[in-house]
């Protein structure tokens, strides 16, 4: 068995195997130290920094690459190895590489409907050499996926595609992207999609960052101007990107939810310490407050870990991943409102990075109901395929 963890076949098997291995290499590379360091000047900064997180875990023994099969360069093993890797980087201190998000959401149904595209990209992805977005949403089609119109339309062996897509995470930064873009007519609505993936240095694809509120580049529009794009970069056969897309979704939704609470748990014990450190007594109701919190986060993590499982066993989680969503995002902006109230004045006005980080997550945070799918679509999705309720009617 190998020290370092490259290519252990006992922690391919075994999760705990995995973690305790993988525990003990966090606590002891001295390497990681610097990525421990927060307070990069802007997203592509944080990027970067998170990708060079990712390059050094693959090359210093692929701690990285468990939980992917080997013919897409990963070291074997499912979602519960991923789940092992999100935690323990969370609990030593280590950030959660943000391209994890895109990499939970794009790479499971990349390898599902295209191996070949998988076989060809993916490697270079999990190691942190290029990274990838995600395009579905457009400026009439968000909630309402199946109204989108870039259109793709085949020649002899390549798509040409004109359109525009919004809110593309990472889209500044992305060096290929996933587009969902439309094959049939208008009217074919779901049935009328297709999944293309796009190199962004295609000539005809420009990208244009959107500043958040917190200042983050992280999202931005593109527009694709008679893009050319071979035909063997289709995600699945034309016209089943909609069968593509709801695949991706449970992916996005659970993973993301076990994501969020891995970095929870630690953020909650920093919050105790920060506001520990303000001067005199704990606000009223901050007692109440925090164990309410940590309730919702252990309640998360809870649900999570049986989606997680069952993703690792094969099963389909289809629409029931949005209560996962649903519980996040209660999780992701209640800790969040938690800091905001017990800082204080602080929370406004620190310039440490401590708080600047709680300010800069707090922002994000609002968004939490809103990404992968508002709290109130999550909500009929559950009512309408869950639940089976009958639809309500107007008197
Ligand atoms: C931080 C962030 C990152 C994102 N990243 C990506 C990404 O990487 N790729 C990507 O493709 N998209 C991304 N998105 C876009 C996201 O998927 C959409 O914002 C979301 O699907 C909602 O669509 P919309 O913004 O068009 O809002 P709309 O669909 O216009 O909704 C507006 C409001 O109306 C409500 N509403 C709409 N329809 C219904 C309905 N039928 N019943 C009840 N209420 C309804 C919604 O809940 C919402 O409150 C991101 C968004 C954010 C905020």
Redesign the pocket.
Known sequence: MSENGAENTAYATDPDEYRHALRRHLATAPSLARFRERGHKSTEERITSDARLMSHLAAEGGWNLYGWPTEIGGLGGDERHRGVLYDELSRSGLPVPEPHLLIETLVPAVTKFSPHLARRHAAAFLRGEEWW?????EPE????LAALRTKATRQADHYVLSGQ?????H?ATATRLVCLVRTGTTESRHRGLSMLMVDVDSPGVSVRPIALASGDN??AEIFFDDVIVPADQLVGTEGQGWAVAMFLLQYERAMYAWQTASVALRRITELRRLVGELPGPLPDGARRRFGACYVDIITLRARSSQTVRRLAAGDTVGPEASVDKILLASAEQGLHDLARDLLGSDFLLSDSAAVRAWRADWW?SR?AT????????QR?ILADHVLELPKEMAR
Do not use: P, R
């Not at 897509?165 to 995470?169: A, C, E, G, I, V």
């Open positions: 977005g995600q395009c579905f949403s089609a968000g909630s309402d897509k919004l809110w593309t995470s889209g992280e999202l994000y968004s809103i990404l992968g799918g508002s709290a109130e679509v009929t």
